[in-house]
């Protein structure tokens, strides 16, 4: 029996392909995000070497592939301009620690309750902030940094452009660079299994070098004079707040983008699907030693594990070969990443901005769900106006109160009977559905407040869930109108309203009730005067009734109670 099966030499054969893809597309990318963040480039092929090397090799996600991404770059250039370059590794490193923190405590789960509206925000305003950033680049100019800075400064950039020959040679090539990227699948026909990210860079490194295009290149210094581990002198800087919650921003909206790209990714596949917590202990790991190595943070990339499932990758291999192919390259081909142009790269990272701006999806969601499409409209804002961190703040709680705010809906209905029988006055029937919060509260009230001075009936059967300040203000607008509040026969339950005074009649247990059930403790003088009642649902403390349960009121027994007090138990009705 042979030892390689023809099954497995397939299995083989397929993931050394996808691994050679990966590693195309992960090439420009990691060299890009690294000159993007403000960094050696040779950083973004150590974490691109780590993300296949260590990631690759743990369990969680089989198919996903890790390294530095794009989603990161403003938070790490903002880290390096405020902290230097030596306290990345201390801030990755203790990102990752974080990470295999949470992976451990099996609570890698709970990152799929965010809400998708503040992850797409995130990701559009990241988007945009790079894409505001890398237009500077492309003109090989220097960005003043920060997102409403660089947004400002455009139309200096604009003018700085249009009169010099230099800017205008850049901007050509980054223009076409992204041009070629966003045209390649469309023209490509079967060279399409190429990246269209590496052919575009690949052409604008040779015609630069053929023109000799006086234009900005890559620095390249060489992978062990880029390597900084973090000392013990940087270490003690985590006792700075500002950088410690740095260090938490790194962790939080690192896990997060990795749990969403494998959820991505676990639909492009019939394989086995993503154990969270084990891939957040695996993201972890790759970013303690990407930080031990004063390297980029790392997460998953959803354009490298989208171009590893569409290459035909069945096993982890495929990951852990593209992590070793980009090792070859840096060992013993560095010096050629000194021929490509800055423009070109920049090219490739405003492509890969726009993809993160949920252009599309923005008009249907605004046109079904308004308050989703608001809540990553402000995220996105957020993040250009402030920074990621406090952006992703802004979201979550604005997310937080739209859902409380759509989760305490309430229906209020009013129907009045008119003229009762004899001439007398009739009633008015209030019923509420929904739930009942102290969010509604003021419209609930205003309603009760205008309502005529009758009998009124206040039916809470409908409502879901009533919480404790909406209970107490019904309580006190009942004591107002000398009403009393009812409870359901099987809680304690006097039912009804003016008319079950006389038809309550006494229990025995409670022969002091006579004349009196419902009455509200504590206010005894409403025993008799009532001119309103509240029905209230069964699973809150309430009562269904009315006028009607006259007849149910007096073997029903035991007075009248507040929810939020202890009472007698009466006998079944």
């Known amino acids: 029996m042979p ?8 299995t083989l054969r397929a993931d050394v392909t996808a691994s050679l893809v990966v590693f195309l597309v ?23 070497i780590v993300g296949g090397l260590v990631t690759g090799l743990l369990p969680g996600s089989s198919l996903q592939v890790s390294g530095p991404a794009a989603g990161l770059t403003v938070l790490v250039f903002t880290a390096v301009s405020d902290y230097g370059l030596p306290a990345l590794g ?27 509206a503040v992850v797409q925000g995130m990701l559009a305003g990241i ?18 940094g920060g997102g409403l800075a660089d947004l400002a400064g455009l139309p200096r950039l604009v003018l700085a452009t249009l009169t010099s020959q230099q800017a205008l040679l850049a901007l050509a090539v980054g223009v076409g660079t992204a041009r070629l990227i966003a045209v390649w699948p469309r023209v490509s026909g ?12 690949g052409a604008a490194t040779a015609l630069t070098a053929l023109l000799d295009l006086p234009i900005s290149r890559v620095e390249v210094r060489g992978l062990l004079h880029a390597i900084q581990p973090p000392g013990l002198s940087d270490a003690a800087r985590l006792a700075d707040v500002g950088l410690a919650a740095t260090v938490v921003a790194f962790a939080l909206i690192a896990s997060a983008e990795s749990l969403f790209s494998a959820n991505a990714v676990d639909r492009l596949h019939s394989g086995r699907r993503t154990d969270y917590d084990k891939e957040l202990v695996a993201q972890g790991a790759g970013n303690t030693v990407c930080g031990l190595l004063g390297s980029l943070p790392m997460t998953a990339v959803i354009v490298r594990s989208s171009a590893n499932v569409r290459a035909g990758a069945r096993t982890k291999l495929s990951r852990v070969l593209h992590g070793v192919w980009l090792l070859i390259f840096v060992a013993l081909l560095p010096q050629a990443l000194s021929y490509v142009p800055t423009a070109a790269l920049a090219g490739v990272l405003i492509h890969a901005g726009w993809k993160l701006i949920p252009v599309r999806e923005i008009r249907p969601l605004w046109r079904d769900h308004r308050g989703e499409a608001v809540v990553l409209l ?19 709680l604005l997310a937080v109160v739209k859902t409380a705010w759509a989760m305490s809906h309430v229906h209020i209905s009013v129907s009045d009977t008119g003229a009762g029988a004899g001439g007398g006055s009739g009633g008015v029937r209030v019923r509420l559905t929904g739930n009942a919060t102290f ?9 009760l407040e205008a309502l005529p001075q009758r009998h009124v009936e206040l039916d809470l059967s409908g409502v879901r869930h009533l919480d404790h300040a909406c209970m107490t203000a019904l309580q006190g607008w009942a004591d107002e109108r000398n009403a009393h509040i009812s409870q359901p026969a099987a809680e304690a339950g006097a039912l009804g309203g003016p008319e079950t005074a006389e038809a ?10 006579a004349g009196a059930a419902g009455s509200i403790p504590g206010h005894p003088d409403t025993a008799g005067v009532r001119n309103a009642h509240i029905s209230q649902p069964a699973a809150e403390a309430g009562a269904l009734g009315g006028p009607e349960a006259a007849g149910a009121a007096g073997s029903a027994g035991g007075p009248a109670h507040s929810p939020a007090a202890p009472h007698p138990k009466g006998p079944p009705a």
């Open 378 to 396: 402000v995220t996105a804002a957020a993040i250009v106006t402030t920074n990621m961190f406090e952006g992703v703040l802004i979201g979550l």
């Open 26 to 48: 992960a090439l420009p990318l990691c060299v890009g995000v690294a000159v993007a963040s403000g960094v050696p480039a040779e950083l973004g092929l150590i974490t691109g």
């Open 190 to 201: 079967r060279a399409g299994v190429v990246p269209g990210a590496l052919v575009a860079v």
């Open 504 to 513: 309550a009649g006494s229990t025995p247990e409670h022969p002091d009730t």
């Open 90 to 116: 201390v801030i990755v490193l203790g990102a990752g620690l974080i990470q295999v923190a949470l992976g451990a405590l099996r609570l890698g789960r709970w990152f799929r309750a965010i809400s998708l």
């Open 439 to 447: 969010l509604r509260l003021p419209r609930i009230l205003d309603t």
């Open 127 to 144: 988007g945009l902030v790079l894409i505001a950033g890398q237009l500077y680049a492309l003109a090989d100019a220097k960005a003043p």
């Open 3 to 10: 030892l390689i099966t023809a099954e497995r030499r397939r």
